[in-house]
């Protein structure tokens, strides 16, 4: 075989390099929707649920009010439950997009968060709950993605 000849056969084309860019759909819809849509669709049910609760037992219902919005249990499992789901949508859109995981599980926070910010003032009069929100969304979504991105080493 001389080595300055062609080869006799034709040589298997190399694979596409994957893409390195960001990806913006699998964020957007795996992982901000996710979080920012199941967090208000599972605090909505825990409401209704405990002022269903609270109406069965005879409370009124500027009392069931007042206890919805400062309630610490009340408080304390809407935002786990709210954390829970930022976790959840970090990891799924680091998983949709397939690459650079923490980097997109990070932007699903960010702009879950973005989405979320009216809502967040609006929610407690308890000013520490909406801080903590606010500082652990997108840290809580990035470890989604690393989760991701652990399962797929």
Do not use: C
């Not at 964020?27 to 409401?47: E, H, M, Q, R, S």
């Not at 789901?85 to 799924?92: C, D, E, H, K």
């Not at 599980?105 to 009216?118: I, T, W």
């Not at 003032?121 to 801080?131: E, R």
């Amino acid at each position: 075989m001389n080595p300055y000849e062609p080869p006799a056969t034709a040589l298997p084309e190399p694979a596409p390099a994957a893409s390195k860019r960001f990806r913006f759909v699998p964020v957007l819809v795996g992982g901000a929707l996710i979080d920012f849509l199941g967090t208000n669709v599972v605090g909505f049910i825990l409401a209704s649920v405990v002022a269903a609760v609270l109406l069965a037992q005879g409370v009124s219902g500027g009392e069931v009010e007042k206890d919805l919005t400062t309630n610490p249990l009340l408080l304390a499992a809407s935002y786990g439950l709210g954390a829970g789901l930022t976790l959840l949508g970090g990891y799924v859109a680091a998983r949709w997009a397939g690459l650079r995981f923490v980097l997109h599980g990070a932007a699903a926070g960010a702009l879950s968060l973005a989405l979320g910010l009216p809502f967040l003032f609006m929610a407690t009069p308890w000013d520490w709950f909406v801080y903590v929100g606010l500082t652990i969304q997108v840290p809580l979504a990035a470890a989604g993605g690393w989760l991701a991105a652990r399962r797929v080493a």
